[in-house]
């Protein structure tokens, strides 16, 4: 089965400042995706960025990038310019393949606080 | 933007009563899904649907159920509510084939609380 791993329950950076979300998953599959959601006190969520397995490149997004580890089966998310919207919970998730309707797992998640 | 719709956004309700919450998108996705969420926790898969007349339960086992006649809506209904249905439901829907590695677009929630 397919895991997703989120260690930092709370972080906390100052704005302007950049930050890095650590996410790191297990999954015997060859080909997966690798998904990055935003989700404020509101509690809509909104998609990031994503990450193909097979992509030679991070993906970036704006002041989003994803610090994609193959080898140690690792994605982190790097914001850039930290704004006081970005405090929010962050969700990494990845695409089940065996069952579930190719459904998302997702980890349990991150807190981010940006402080002036 | 994402076009997939839940209401209510907030519902208060009392034990035992009959609740369907609706989830509609307008963009023709085949694969639907609703997670349930405790504040501040993860995500839980509990049904989901590859089109018409399919649907499955997930990951997480629940009291409700869904139907799903049009591909367009994907409605929940818990037939008698109770204080543990008590969370935050979000509905999902997305493109393309099993191996499209396509994002998935949420609704807004819902937030149910039963008293």
């Known amino acids: 089965a397919q895991k997703i791993t989120q260690t930092q329950p709370g972080m906390f950076v100052q704005e302007k400042e950049a930050v890095t979300l650590d996410c790191t998953y297990d999954?015997?599959?060859?080909?997966?995706?690798l998904f990055w959601y935003k989700q404020p006190s509101s509690g809509e969520m909104i998609f990031l960025i994503y990450?193909?397995?097979?992509?030679?490149q991070n993906a970036t997004e704006g002041r989003y990038s994803l610090n994609f580890q193959k080898a140690r089966k690792s994605a982190n998310l790097v914001i850039s310019a930290s704004q006081l919207g970005d405090s929010a919970m962050y969700f990494c998730a990845m695409r089940d393949s065996l069952n579930s309707g190719y459904a998302l797992n997702f980890g349990k998640g991150t807190s981010l606080l940006v402080t002036p | 933007e994402a076009d997939i719709y839940q209401t209510p956004r907030y519902l208060v309700i009392g034990t035992g009563k009959k609740i369907t919450l609706e989830c509609s998108q307008t963009m023709g996705h085949d694969k639907m899904y609703w997670y349930q969420q405790d504040p501040g926790m993860e995500l839980h898969l509990i049904h989901y649907s590859y089109g018409v007349n399919s649907t499955e339960k997930g990951d997480l086992s629940s009291e409700s159920t869904v139907s799903r006649i049009r591909t367009e809506h994907f409605p929940l209904t818990l037939e008698s509510a109770r204080p543990s249905h008590t969370s935050q439901y979000l509905c999902?829907?997305?493109?393309?084939?099993?191996?499209?590695?396509?994002?998935?677009?949420f609704g807004q929630g819902t937030r149910l609380t039963v008293v």
């Open positions: 999902a829907s997305r493109r393309g084939s099993g191996t499209t590695n396509t994002e998935a677009f």
């Open positions: 999954t015997s599959d060859p080909s997966y995706g």
């Open positions: 990450q193909g397995s097979y992509d030679q």
